[in-house]
């Protein structure tokens, strides 16, 4: 759809490691030694998700690939600035980009190495672009806290120099979120603006233990939310952004179906939604796509898309004068296509 083209975008929830240009991926898997198939469509059905996946476990098997040549510098660098070019042309006026640091250590590179990388990719994206970023460091979820503590205390140098938050990630069904409780604490009391994923697959108590034991200040996916009426109260009254990302969520089957996608029944309690791609490339995905699935199935209006892309602004962890920057950058684009 040309309008969905066209809207001024922003993106909060984007895994790096989700999200690498396909080709990118293809030439250097080749080139490493990775992979053996020398047809690209052979490799796409590798490192996409089909919708018989059956779980979020069996799609986070995808990452492996993007994984094994995500170790070096270079690379890092590259496909961070190849993910702001491609977001840039699809007018996405500003992303924060999440990624794992210790997922990236397999081969030696230091904790500091990759996140400068990923700090250097987006210098230079904004530099030949013009599209702002900033990034989110993952915690996983399958590792030990003291795992959590090393990331938060070693990212802590980076706060406000291109990191703003962190996140915790990974396997919800198999491990809670107040196994990370300590490393939480530590990150609130260092000023981290902190996001969880939690109540992505069915646990509705995840979202209250995520906010009243780890800080959260948003919730990235929060579907289990629906199931209790409490939890959607909780969600509202202590103003927590929901980071939603329906293919994502189809495919891991956190719903069954787009028709029981909660999104109508959050906005209707009044809770502050954004909608976002999670993994562009593992989901096939763009913001475009996303928005274009709500239009067509669940009847969203054109003018409750831009609703949702102004409650990114509001969610957007930046300060407050960025904010107004961005708020007058989106809407007068929004003006002269005559949607505000
Ligand atoms: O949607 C997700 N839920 C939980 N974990 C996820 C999701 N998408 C990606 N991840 C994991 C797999 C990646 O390797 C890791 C860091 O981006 O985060
Ligand atoms: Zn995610």
Same mark, same amino acid.
């Given at each position: 759809?040309?309008?969905?083209?066209?809207?001024?975008?922003?993106?909060?929830h984007c895994h790096l490691d989700g999200s690498v240009r396909p080709?990118?991926?293809?030439?250097?898997?080749?080139?490493?030694?990775?992979?053996?198939?020398?047809?690209?469509?052979?490799?796409?059905?590798?490192?996409?998700?089909?919708?018989?996946? =059956?779980?979020?476990?069996?799609?986070?098997?995808?990452?492996?690939?993007?994984?094994?040549?995500?170790?070096?510098?270079?690379?890092?660098?590259?496909?961070?600035? %190849?993910?702001?070019?491609?977001?840039?042309a699809q007018n996405v006026k500003y992303v924060e980009i999440r990624f794992a640091p210790y997922l990236h250590?397999?081969?030696?590179?230091?904790?500091?190495?990759?996140?400068?990388? #990923?700090? #250097?990719?987006?210098?230079?994206? =904004?530099?030949? /672009?013009?599209?702002?970023?900033?990034?989110?460091?993952?915690?996983?979820?399958?590792?030990?806290?003291?795992?959590?503590? =090393?990331?938060?205390?070693?990212?802590?140098?980076?706060?406000?120099?291109?990191?703003?938050?962190?996140?915790?990630?990974?396997?919800?069904?198999?491990? +809670?979120?107040?196994?990370?409780?300590?490393?939480?604490?530590?990150?609130?009391?260092?000023?981290?603006?902190?996001?969880?994923?939690?109540?992505?697959?069915?646990?509705?108590?995840?979202?209250?233990?995520?906010?009243?034991?780890?800080?959260?200040?948003?919730?990235?996916?929060?579907?289990?939310?629906?199931?209790?009426?409490?939890?959607?109260?909780?969600?509202?009254?202590?103003?927590? /952004?929901? %980071?939603?990302? +329906?293919?994502?969520?189809?495919?891991?089957?956190?719903?069954?179906?787009?028709?029981?996608?909660?999104?109508?029944?959050?906005?209707?309690?009044?809770?502050?939604?954004?909608?976002?791609?999670?993994?562009?490339?593992?989901?096939?995905?763009?913001?475009?796509?996303?928005?274009?699935?709500?239009?067509?199935?669940?009847?969203?209006?054109?003018?409750?898309?831009?609703?949702?892309?102004?409650?990114?602004?509001?969610?957007?962890?930046?300060?407050?004068?960025?904010?107004?920057?961005?708020?007058?950058?989106?809407?007068?684009?929004?003006?002269?296509?005559?949607?505000?």
């Amino acid at each position: 759809m040309d309008v969905l083209k066209l809207l001024p975008k922003t993106e909060l929830h984007c895994h790096l490691d989700g999200s690498v240009r396909p080709k990118t991926m293809y030439e250097l898997l080749l080139k490493e030694g990775i992979i053996e198939v020398n047809d690209f469509r052979e490799f796409e059905e590798l490192v996409m998700v089909k919708d018989d996946c =059956k779980s979020l476990i069996e799609y986070l098997k995808k990452f492996q690939y993007p994984l094994s040549i995500m170790q070096k510098k270079e690379n890092m660098e590259r496909i961070t600035y %190849e993910l702001l070019e491609d977001l840039n042309a699809q007018n996405v006026k500003y992303v924060e980009i999440r990624f794992a640091p210790y997922l990236h250590t397999k081969e030696g590179l230091s904790f500091e190495e990759v996140v400068e990388s #990923v700090l #250097v990719g987006m210098e230079r994206a =904004k530099k030949d /672009f013009g599209i702002w970023s900033n990034a989110v460091l993952i915690c996983m979820r399958n590792e030990r806290v003291e795992e959590s503590i =090393k990331v938060i205390k070693n990212g802590a140098k980076y706060i406000g120099k291109g990191v703003v938050a962190v996140d915790l990630a990974g396997n919800e069904q198999d491990f +809670p979120p107040e196994i990370h409780q300590k490393a939480f604490n530590l990150a609130y009391d260092m000023g981290y603006n902190i996001t969880i994923h939690a109540g992505e697959t069915g646990i509705a108590e995840n979202i209250p233990k995520s906010i009243e034991l780890l800080h959260a200040q948003r919730i990235g996916h929060g579907i289990a939310a629906a199931k209790d009426p409490k939890v959607m109260e909780l969600l509202k009254e202590k103003n927590i /952004f929901l %980071e939603m990302c +329906p293919i994502s969520n189809l495919q891991t089957k956190s719903v069954k179906s787009i028709e029981d996608y909660p999104i109508r029944k959050f906005l209707a309690k009044g809770l502050k939604v954004t909608v976002n791609t999670d993994n562009i490339t593992v989901s096939n995905t763009s913001l475009e796509r996303e928005y274009q699935l709500l239009m067509e199935k669940l009847d969203f209006t054109i003018e409750e898309v831009v609703g949702l892309i102004q409650n990114s602004i509001d969610a957007a962890f930046i300060k407050d004068n960025e904010r107004d920057i961005l708020r007058k950058k989106v809407d007068e684009e929004l003006r002269n296509m005559e949607l505000i």
